[in-house]
Nanobody, 124 residues
Framework: EVQLVESGGGLVQPGGSLRLSCVASGFTFSSYGMSWVRQAPGKGLEWVSGITGGGGSKIYADSVKGRFTISRDNAKNTLYLQMNSLKPEDTAVYHC?????????????????WGQGTQVAVSS
């Protein structure tokens, strides 16, 4: 059974930083592209970033480019999102999600392979 468990969310002031983690199990982690997607209160889903199975290629939404960094540790089956210079508009529930294969795109993976999410709130 595929399981994705996020952690690391919380309340942070504007300009602050957080690092999200997602521990994966139930599949060969290194064989799949992974993604972070977010959903803000009352807003639609937003794709944030993606990373290929081997970690060699990373892509970002324009809204987070230069502030967020996606990475993975395939030995630990863990996906990360380092978030710096946080803004109030980054407030959302952040989900990690698995693509069907090793490639990644700028659209969210299918809903069937998403974690439950971790809440990030940016406020003074």
């Amino acid at each position: 059974e595929v399981q994705l468990v996020e952690s690391g969310g919380g309340l942070v002031q504007p300009g602050g930083s957080l690092r999200l983690s997602c521990v994966a199990s139930g599949f060969t982690f290194s064989s799949y592209g992974m993604s972070w997607v977010r959903q803000a209160p009352g807003k639609g889903l937003e794709w944030v970033s993606g990373i290929t199975g081997g970690g060699g290629s990373k892509i970002y939404a324009d809204s987070v480019k230069g502030r967020f960094t996606i990475s993975r540790d395939n030995a630990k089956n863990t996906l990360y999102l380092q978030m710096n210079s946080l803004k109030p508009e980054d407030t959302a529930v952040y989900h990690c999600a698995r693509y069907p294969g090793w490639r990644v795109t700028t659209t969210p993976p299918p809903r069937g392979y998403w974690g439950q999410g971790t809440q990030v709130a940016v406020s003074s």
